[in-house]
């Protein structure tokens, strides 16, 4: 199970830092990722990381922006959001899967999904 917490609603140009806990083993494959969608669109990936490692994975509208990173003693993943804009706004979900992917079908356990709103 994973519980994802931090969303809220900031101005363009904040920063916000998003938490994911899994309760239950992560094991050395398992890879822990974002995604974030909006109504009427496909869910879309945000970052991943390998739990074994210091692998990260970003997608290109993020880079620079995002930082995913990992507390593996309190089995916790971060995304640390910088200058958001206001097309970041959506439902961000954590998820878990066995294999980087960033097709959101490759993943079998999902966080609830917390709301990021950026205004401009």
């Known amino acids: 199970q994973l519980q994802a917490s931090g969303g809220g609603l900031v101005q363009a140009g904040a920063s916000l830092r998003l938490a994911c806990v899994a309760s239950?083993?992560?094991?050395?494959?398992?890879?822990m990722a974002w995604f974030r969608q909006n109504p009427g669109k496909e869910r879309e990936f945000v970052a991943a990381?390998?739990?074994?490692?210091?692998?990260?994975y970003y997608a290109d509208s993020v880079k620079g922006r995002f930082s995913i990173s990992k507390n593996r003693a309190e089995n916790t993943v971060y995304l640390q959001m910088n200058s958001l804009f206001p097309e970041d706004t959506a439902v961000y979900y954590c998820?878990?899967?066995?294999?980087?992917?960033?097709?959101?079908?490759?993943?079998?356990?999902w966080g609830q999904g917390t709301e990021v709103t950026v205004s401009s």
């Open positions: 990381t390998r739990w074994s490692d210091s692998r990260t």
């Open positions: 998820a878990k899967g066995s294999a980087y992917d960033t097709n959101f079908r490759a993943y079998n356990i």
């Open positions: 239950g083993r992560l094991y050395s494959s398992s890879v």
